[in-house]
């Protein structure tokens, strides 16, 4: 049962221009949502995160976006440098639960100069 | 502010033989969850402990696997009688607080191969 999803495996976008990373959800239990990147042999590095009592939440390059409805959340970067080239993975938690992420299998994006 | 540290950063293990992955939480956090990445896959929730305590080991097969965080030292993920199938980067990740919502900090994970 694959509770998050992230559909597609790889993005390519040129430097510069906009990043925007898709992921799904099944669970209508999480309240909140959080995005990581992983570069290769590293841990994963927390990014941004949004609770479900908002449909938006901006830091800096990077905006994610939550539509319930939809079970459906975006991550935009904007511009995309060279160095976000990395996995990006999005999970879910629920305050109801005990604080375990549940994450998607990730989108790795290659930014080129 | 060292992060979350975990160690060794690669062992090798021949089939049979036990495995000992140790975790350091941030220095403040008192949570620590473990996650399992297979090759090509997202990371999967395994255990979730507070000190001396279990919280949450849903994700954990039920045989062969255990983990623990004593009062002092690290917490420790322990493999025994290793199968090739237990390859994979495992994660240790922490928190300060079981609060709704609290962030996770991940370390750099131990790439187990099994010979």
């Known amino acids: 049962d694959q509770q998050v999803k992230q559909n597609s495996p790889s993005l390519s976008v040129q430097e510069g221009r906009i990043s925007i990373l898709n992921c799904d959800y099944t669970?209508?239990?999480?309240?909140?949502f959080l995005w990581y990147k992983k570069y290769p042999a590293e841990g994963p590095t927390f990014l941004i995160s949004i609770s479900s009592i908002k449909d938006k939440n901006e830091d800096g390059r990077f905006t994610v976006f939550l539509n319930k409805s939809a079970k459906h959340l975006s991550l935009h970067i904007v511009p995309s440098q060279p160095g976000d080239s990395a996995v990006y993975f999005c999970a879910g938690g629920s305050s109801s639960n005990t604080g375990k992420l549940i994450f998607g299998q990730g989108t790795t994006l290659q930014v080129k100069p | 502010n060292a992060g979350v540290m975990q160690n060794p950063r690669h062992l090798v293990r021949r089939r049979g033989q036990e495995a000992r992955l140790r975790c350091s939480p941030m220095k403040g956090h008192s949570h620590v969850y473990w996650y399992r990445q297979l090759p090509e896959e997202g990371l999967k929730f395994m255990v979730y402990?507070?000190?001396?305590?279990?919280?949450?080991e849903s994700g954990m097969p039920k045989e062969r696997f255990s983990a623990e965080f004593p009062k002092e030292g690290p917490s420790i993920l322990r493999i025994q009688q290793v199968v090739r199938g237990d390859s994979a980067a495992y994660f240790c990740a922490s928190s300060p607080a079981m609060r709704a919502q609290e962030t996770q900090y991940f370390g750099p994970g131990t790439r187990l191969l099994v010979l």
């Open positions: 669970n209508s239990m999480f309240d909140y």
């Open positions: 402990l507070q000190k001396e305590n279990i919280i949450d």
